[in-house]
């Protein structure tokens, strides 16, 4: 087959008119900063996940930060998560103090097991942090279950999760706590950010001023008409909030959130007729349960062939890809500082070795999806 010119990136944000006429209505406003655009994108989420409260951040990292602060979530205290998922969660855990305990995972979807999660509890444990994994929910009904029978909070990792439903309730829609991502690319976009959905006063009121230096009144509330400038500070925060520039991007997103995932859908069903029954490579797995998928990654598991070579061979057909992701148990510092070995996590340590995911971004055509599909088999066929 002939080789493409140009280069097919992994992934590509959709920006158009509406996000850049958000941006620059902000820039007029003369309000570029945390204020009424981030209001108005948290009350979009609540309505989307159907949450009470949603706090805008600057990234879904910090939220997982402002979360296990919240919780108290400290030296001696045990947090539950797979290991097959972005290092800045056990980050976080690890540099409060705290164990994460990690579960093995299902082979085909690569989402947490439930089966394996009460053998992990303990009277240390404080939550369980289930990922929706490329955009494909976990066993809900299954995991609150075990968490409320155990009284332990689950912390939804929703960072690919922003258009999924399990059993008709999008996530963070479970009466706990979830946090999505928006960065460049996930399903939607602030640039950079970060939302918090969850449904507790208390919560709500502890999030706020951790986010924002320990100020009960964030900037629009002191220097906004009829702002009062006076505050004070009963305890520490960090400088985690969105701007309403980023939520001007973000809003113009969420509003097109149904043509954006209708669109990733149209791709993954491209991808799987085109590998269907291909040797050499294993298509994503999906849950039985009734449910809605985001499609947030398109991750294939390359069977036969070494992944660095097919990642080479990807590359000289001008086809970029992401790597989601390596075993948080045999990071390095992990290892040392929580005694992780090779072999405890067979599931996730197998699959952490061969997965890939395939370029997948709104704006794709279907002769690009065509081009991957055809050059994976051709790269394949010369392995055989």
């Known amino acids: 087959m002939k080789i493409r010119e140009d280069f097919l990136p992994f992934s590509k944000p959709s920006i158009g008119d509406k996000e850049i006429t958000g941006v620059v209505k902000c820039l007029k406003s003369n309000w570029i900063t945390t204020g009424p655009v981030c209001k108005e994108f948290e009350d979009k989420f609540c309505k989307l996940t159907g949450a009470s409260h949603a706090v805008s951040l600057s990234s879904a990292t910090a939220g997982m930060h402002l979360v296990l602060l919240a919780m108290g979530v400290g030296a001696g205290d045990e947090i539950i998560t797979p290991s097959m998922t972005f290092a800045s969660t056990v980050n976080m855990i690890s540099m409060l103090g705290a164990r994460p305990v990690f579960v093995d995972i299902h082979r085909d979807t690569l989402n947490i097991n439930a089966d394996l999660l009460e053998e992990k509890i303990g009277p240390k444990t404080k939550a369980i942090i289930p990922?929706?994994?490329?955009?494909?929910?976990?066993?809900?009904?299954?995991?609150?279950?075990?968490?409320?029978?155990?009284?332990?909070?689950?912390?939804?990792?929703?960072?690919?999760?922003?258009?999924?439903?399990?059993?008709?309730?999008?996530?963070g829609g479970f009466e706990h706590i979830a946090i999505f991502s928006f960065h460049p690319?996930?399903?939607?976009?602030?640039?950079?950010?970060?939302?918090?959905?969850?449904?507790?006063?208390?919560?709500?009121?502890?999030?706020?001023l951790l986010r924002f230096h320990g100020i009960e009144r964030d900037a629009w509330r002191r220097y906004g008409k009829g702002g009062t400038l006076e505050y004070d500070i009963h305890q520490p925060g960090f400088k985690y909030n969105l701007t309403d520039m980023q939520a001007a991007i973000g809003l113009a997103q969420i509003s097109r959130l149904d043509e954006i995932n209708h669109r990733r859908m149209e791709i993954a069903k491209l991808y799987i007729e085109g590998l269907k029954g291909v040797e050499g490579i294993e298509l994503p797995g999906i849950p039985e349960y009734d449910h809605v998928h985001a499609w947030h990654l398109f991750i294939v598991k390359v069977l036969f062939m070494e992944r660095s070579v097919f990642m080479e061979k990807l590359s000289q057909y001008n086809i970029g890809y992401g790597f989601h992701f390596p075993a948080c148990h045999l990071l390095s510092y992990i290892q040392k500082q929580f005694g992780t070995h090779r072999g405890m996590l067979p599931e996730t340590e197998r699959v952490a070795e061969c997965i890939l995911s395939l370029p997948l971004f709104p704006d794709m055509k279907n002769d690009d999806v065509l081009y991957v599909c055809e050059a994976i088999k051709e790269i394949l066929s010369q392995n055989l």
Do not use: C, Q
């Open 131 to 171: 990922v929706h994994f490329a955009g494909a929910p976990v066993d809900m009904d299954r995991i609150v279950e075990i968490a409320d029978r155990h009284h332990i909070l689950v912390i939804e990792d929703a960072a690919h999760a922003v258009g999924t439903y399990y059993k008709g309730i999008h996530a």
């Open 185 to 208: 690319i996930k399903n939607i976009t602030s640039g950079e950010g970060g939302m918090i959905t969850h449904s507790d006063e208390y919560l709500e009121k502890r999030l706020r």
